[in-house]
């Protein structure tokens, strides 16, 4: 079991950044890849970001390629960065991070099928 807490959402202006974080709550010892998605009231959990284990391969939807970027830094801590820049109005949404225990070995980090535990979500709202 891996719980997973979000952080960094907000309330912004569009232009403006914000920087999610996502870390387990308590250190494990899994070389795990992580993903962020986000979901609208009524609508599909829609991907955004992943990042594998090592942090060398990393993938985004077409919608936020060049203003976001998923990091982490393991030497450090076992938080993943999302790095939110020029947020859009379109950008609104609860945002949620997951892991994949596999490091996308047998899947796709685009498929939320992917991942084996979620965290609840953080709140980005971003108006015009």
């Known amino acids: 079991q891996v719980q997973l807490v979000e952080s960094g959402g907000g309330s912004v202006q569009a232009g403006d950044s914000l920087t999610l974080s996502c870390a387990p709550v308590?250190?494990?010892?899994?070389?795990?890849?992580t993903g962020w998605f986000r979901q609208v009231p009524g609508g599909d959990r829609e991907f955004v970001a992943a990042i594998d284990w090592s942090g060398s391969s990393t993938f985004y939807a077409d919608s936020v390629k060049g203003r976001f970027t998923v990091s982490r830094n393991n030497a450090v801590s076992q938080a993943v960065s999302l790095q939110m820049n020029s947020l859009k109005p379109e950008d609104t949404a609860v945002y949620y991070c997951?892991?994949?225990?596999?490091?996308?070995?047998?899947?796709?980090?685009?498929?939320?099928?992917?991942?084996?535990?979620w965290g609840q979500g953080t709140q980005v709202s971003v108006s015009s």
């Open positions: 308590q250190r494990t010892w899994s070389a795990y890849a």
């Open positions: 997951a892991v994949d225990l596999e490091s996308f070995y047998n899947s796709s980090p685009y498929s939320s099928g992917a991942y084996d535990y």
